[in-house]
């Protein structure tokens, strides 16, 4: 069964730093992984999604990457601003199935 | 972008009643769309998977009785909740799978049910 972990389960930084949020899952058979971002009490807003057969993928001042063999994904924020305060998802798919298993989530505090 | 509208967004009701959440798919078809739970503090925990015109299909330990599951047209799946009790109370969101290639997903913007 398919288990995803994310550390810290929160983090709190000061504007401008640069950070890295942190996701391991137990079956490296997966077929997709996606990072999330969720506002309290809001739903999901797909960040990035990495293919099992990609290494990394950018948008902005975001960064995923992902290292299949040992499981781990890690989200890089560059210079971060208060607008990033909300809780990061990390979400595999395994090959043949469209169902997402997600870590818990790390709760991201940018101070100003 | 794609759009999965979901209603209503804060729902009170008292124990023993129902309640029915609504998620639309806005500006795509949604052959397939996935109903989450979410306790505080946890993961979202796939509760079932419906599939327009079919009987949905239920995760282990989730009561197909108690969470009637409807996905009668392309656009719309409807999850009632029956007969609440407090233990009901918790957040409760879907996600349709984005057509095109690639392979993402599109979430409602949650329901935050309590039952009193």
Same mark, same amino acid.
């Given at each position: 069964?398919?288990?995803?972990?994310?550390?810290?389960?929160?983090?709190?930084?000061?504007?401008?730093?640069?950070?890295?949020?942190?996701?391991?899952?137990?079956?490296?058979?997966?077929?997709?992984?996606?990072?999330?971002?969720?506002?309290?009490?809001?739903?999901?807003?797909?960040?990035?999604?990495?293919?099992?057969?990609?290494?990394?993928?950018?948008?902005?001042?975001?960064?995923?990457?992902?290292?299949?063999?040992?499981?781990?994904?890690?989200?890089?924020?560059a210079?971060s601003?208060?607008?990033?305060?909300?809780?990061?998802?990390?979400?595999?798919?395994?090959?043949?199935?469209?169902?997402?298993?997600?870590?818990?989530?790390?709760?991201?505090?940018?101070?100003? | 972008?794609?759009? !999965?509208s979901?209603?209503?967004?804060?729902?009170?009701?008292? =124990?023993?009643?129902? !309640?029915?959440?609504?998620?639309?798919?806005?500006?795509?078809?949604?052959?397939?769309?996935?109903? &989450?739970?979410?306790? $505080?503090?946890? =993961?979202?925990?796939?509760?079932?998977t419906?599939?327009?015109?079919?009987k949905?299909? &239920?995760e282990?330990?989730?009561?197909?009785?108690?969470?009637?599951?409807?996905?009668?047209?392309?656009?719309? =799946?409807?999850l009632? !909740?029956?007969?609440?009790? $407090?233990?009901?109370?918790?957040? &409760?969101?879907?996600?349709?799978?984005?057509?095109?290639?690639?392979?993402?997903y599109?979430?409602?913007?949650?329901?935050?049910?309590? !039952?009193v």
């Amino acid at each position: 069964k398919q288990e995803v972990t994310q550390i810290p389960a929160a983090l709190s930084v000061p504007e401008g730093e640069n950070l890295v949020l942190n996701c391991s899952f137990t079956d490296s058979a997966i077929y997709n992984l996606q990072w999330f971002r969720q506002d309290p009490g809001k739903g999901l807003t797909s960040l990035l999604l990495i293919q099992s057969s990609q290494r990394e993928q950018t948008s902005g001042r975001l960064n995923a990457s992902l290292d299949k063999s040992s499981g781990r994904s890690t989200l890089y924020i560059a210079a971060s601003q208060p607008g990033d305060s909300a809780t990061y998802l990390c979400a595999v798919t395994q090959g043949g199935s469209e169902k997402l298993v997600f870590g818990k989530g790390t709760k991201l505090t940018v101070n100003p | 972008g794609a759009v !999965v509208s979901q209603h209503p967004s804060r729902v009170i009701c008292k =124990s023993g009643t129902s !309640v029915k959440i609504e998620c639309r798919s806005l500006d795509f078809q949604a052959t397939t769309m996935f109903w &989450y739970r979410q306790f $505080p503090k946890q =993961s979202l925990m796939l509760m079932a998977t419906s599939n327009e015109g079919s009987k949905a299909t &239920y995760e282990q330990g989730v009561e197909k009785d108690k969470f009637l599951i409807n996905h009668a047209s392309l656009t719309l =799946s409807t999850l009632t !909740v029956t007969s609440a009790h $407090p233990e009901d109370s918790s957040f &409760y969101i879907c996600s349709a799978p984005n057509t095109g290639s690639d392979h993402g997903y599109t979430f409602g913007s949650g329901t935050r049910l309590t !039952v009193v």
